[in-house]
């Protein structure tokens, strides 16, 4: 990508001269002015000091540009942020289907219409407040090592989230991120496979970010929170979405080169699940009993109260105490 000014102002905290653009960019100071008004009036918060140059405060919510220039990666390739969509999964399988997506796109939204969870369930993804992001990937993983991105992307989620507000999320089997049992995230990955391997996977990862209790539905109020929720202010979407991103290719790049092992560890340390009285609704019958750890493969395995095991795969988690 060639330098641009943006990617000057965004590599340093500090001042940086009008000068040192000017050179850096072969440009005039005239040029260097222009350019900086240009980014206001895009959002962006340009300090100016006569005898310093400029610095930047912020950038606008959902600025693709920045987004990508932050996260400097050589797994996300390409950043897309819509306004509306029905689903961002959605968009990713027939954008794949239609016309090609690389691996390392990432799909973001600032509201679905449509945002689904698993099963069909409805994700609320109101305007404005939230992370709606879908992260499409080519994995080099066998088709049965798929439930794996899942619990990649909720190790990602729960550090980032940790690192950015000091938030204790936790991590509630399968797919849910949680605080003190309230649902403040959940993934869902899906995926195009051969009988050997993965074309294609779609990992859909939402976070309430800025909701307040009143933007919930009452069916959930009372289940869900959000990251403001648990810390009492107001939370960057920009910062947690490159924290994510960073954390989901520092993870990836593990569970590539060295295996599984890591990243169920990290999922166990993290864990909200691990330990306790659990009922667990499956599609064809509930069972309950203590959840004992998960295999490695990411199913439950669930030790029951004949001392029988069984290993689950997909379900759904109430906490019996
Ligand atoms: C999930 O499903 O938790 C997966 C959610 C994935 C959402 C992302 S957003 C980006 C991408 N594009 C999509 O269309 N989806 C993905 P599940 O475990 O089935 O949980 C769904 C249940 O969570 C619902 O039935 C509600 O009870 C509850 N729920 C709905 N919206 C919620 C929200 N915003 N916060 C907390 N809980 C919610």
Same mark, same amino acid.
């Given at each position: ?6 990617? $000057?102002?965004? /590599?340093?905290? %500090? ?8 050179? /850096?960019?072969?440009?005039? @100071? ?17 300090? %100016? ?9 912020? #950038?606008?919510?959902?600025?693709? !540009? ?8 050589? $797994? ?8 509306? *969509? !029905? ?9 794949? &289907? ?12 600032? @509201? ?12 609320? &993804? ?13 994995? !080099? $993983? ?7 991105? =899942?619990?990649?992307?909720?190790? #990602? ?8 507000? *000091? ?16 649902? $403040? /995230?959940?993934?869902?990955?899906? *995926? ?14 939402? *976070? ?17 929170? &959000?990251?403001?929720?648990? =810390? ?26 060295? /295996? ?15 330990? @306790? ?5 499956? %599609? ?38």
């Amino acid at each position: 990508m060639p330098e641009s000014i943006l990617s $000057l102002l965004s /590599g340093n905290d %500090a001042f940086i001269s009008g000068q040192e653009i000017s050179a /850096g960019l072969g440009i005039t @100071r005239a040029a260097v002015w222009k350019k900086i008004l240009g980014l206001r009036n895009k959002g962006y918060v340009i300090e %100016a000091v006569p005898s310093k140059g400029y610095r930047l405060i912020s #950038a606008p919510d959902l600025a693709p !540009e920045y987004l990508l220039l932050r996260i400097q990666s050589s $797994l996300w390739q390409a950043l897309i942020v819509h306004d509306s *969509v !029905e689903s961002t999964n959605d968009l990713a399988m027939s954008l794949a &289907s239609r016309k090609g997506i690389s691996s390392g796109t990432v799909l973001i939204a600032d @509201r679905q219409i449509r945002g689904k969870g698993r099963l069909g369930r409805k994700w609320e &993804s109101p305007e404005g407040r939230n992370i709606y992001m879908s992260l499409v990937i080519r994995p !080099e $993983l066998a088709p049965r090592d798929v439930t794996m991105l =899942t619990v990649l992307a909720a190790v #990602a989620g729960a550090h980032a989230i940790q690192k950015t507000a *000091v938030v204790p999320v936790r991590i509630k089997w399968p797919n849910d991120l949680v605080v003190s049992d309230r649902k $403040l /995230g959940g993934i869902l990955t899906e *995926v195009r496979a051969d009988p050997d391997r993965i074309n294609l996977a779609v990992i859909g990862i939402g *976070v309430n970010v800025n909701m307040l209790s009143a933007d919930f539905s009452e069916e959930i109020r009372s289940l869900a929170t &959000s990251v403001r929720l648990a =810390t009492g202010h107001p939370v960057s979407r920009n910062e947690l979405i490159i924290r994510m991103l960073k954390e989901f290719e520092h993870w990836y790049g593990i569970l590539i080169a060295e /295996g599984k092992r890591p990243l169920l560890d990290a999922w166990r340390k993290n864990s909200s699940t691990l330990g @306790r009285h659990v009922r667990v609704a499956m %599609a064809d019958q509930t069972l309950a009993g203590v959840a004992e750890d998960i295999d490695d493969n990411g199913m439950l395995i669930l030790k029951m109260r004949t001392g029988e095991r069984r290993n689950i795969s997909a379900g759904d988690i109430t906490f019996l105490r």
